[in-house]
């Protein structure tokens, strides 16, 4: 029940096109969902994340999806870039800095062809 | 600013030695998060402390881990002895206290070598 299962393992997208990468949870007490992005020889780092109360969230070209009925929530990145070439890991926790650990999906490694 | 800290960046060793892991977390963050990241199991967390204190060793594969955190800037995940399976990038991850969001922050990792 502590599981974040993500889809899919590996995603090629060319210059300008939609990534979309997929998370399924199963703790319903979970009510924090974060994105981390990492770069090839750095750690993982925030990017985006959304609480249930919402069912979407945009920061610029990243957007997450929530659908809180499904236990399923979704990254996608507009215009995608060479840039964004990196590992996301969806991850799950309880709200609140005190409440432990997140728990991370097996991450997705993106490619953005030129 | 300066960041999580973590040292060395590179080690290698040999089978049956012992490897000693160090972190610096971010001043004023009271979480210290060791995660070990592999191809096949992607990030998992060994272990974290709250204020100094160890919450959950669940994740920590075997006797051979030992994690401390004498004091609030500075922690060490050993392995003793280390084993090829072991060969894996360390994360160490620290957490403000108060936080109104679980944002952790990542060091740059210790890649590790076990021949």
């Known amino acids: 029940q502590q599981q974040v299962k993500q889809s899919p393992q590996s995603l090629i997208v060319q210059k300008g096109g939609i990534s979309i990468i997929n998370c399924a949870y199963e703790n319903t007490a979970f009510d924090y969902f974060p994105w981390y992005q990492q770069f090839p020889g750095k750690g993982p780092a925030l990017l985006i994340a959304i609480r249930p109360d919402v069912s979407e969230k945009k920061e610029g070209r990243f957007t997450i999806s929530f659908n809180k009925s499904a236990k399923q929530f979704s990254l996608h990145i507009m215009d995608s870039q060479p840039g964004d070439s990196a590992t996301y890991f969806c991850a799950a926790s309880l709200y609140g800095g005190s409440q432990g650990n997140l728990i991370f999906g097996k991450g997705t490694k993106l490619s953005v062809k030129p | 600013d300066a960041g999580v800290i973590q040292s060395p960046r590179h080690e290698v060793t040999e089978m049956g030695q012992e490897v000693t892991l160090r972190c610096k977390p971010i001043s004023g963050h009271n979480s210290l998060f060791w995660y070990r990241q592999t191809m096949m199991r992607g990030l998992e967390l060994l272990i974290y402390?709250?204020?100094?204190?160890?919450?959950?060793d669940s994740g920590m594969p075997e006797d051979r881990f030992s994690a401390k955190m004498p004091n609030a800037s500075f922690s060490t995940l050993k392995i003793q002895p280390s084993e090829p399976r072991d060969s894996a990038v360390y994360f160490c991850?620290?957490?403000?206290?108060?936080?109104?969001?679980?944002?952790?922050?990542f060091g740059p990792g210790t890649r590790l070598t076990v021949l």
């Open positions: 991850a620290s957490r403000r206290a108060g936080s109104s969001y679980n944002e952790q922050f």
């Open positions: 402390f709250n204020n100094n204190v160890p919450i959950d």
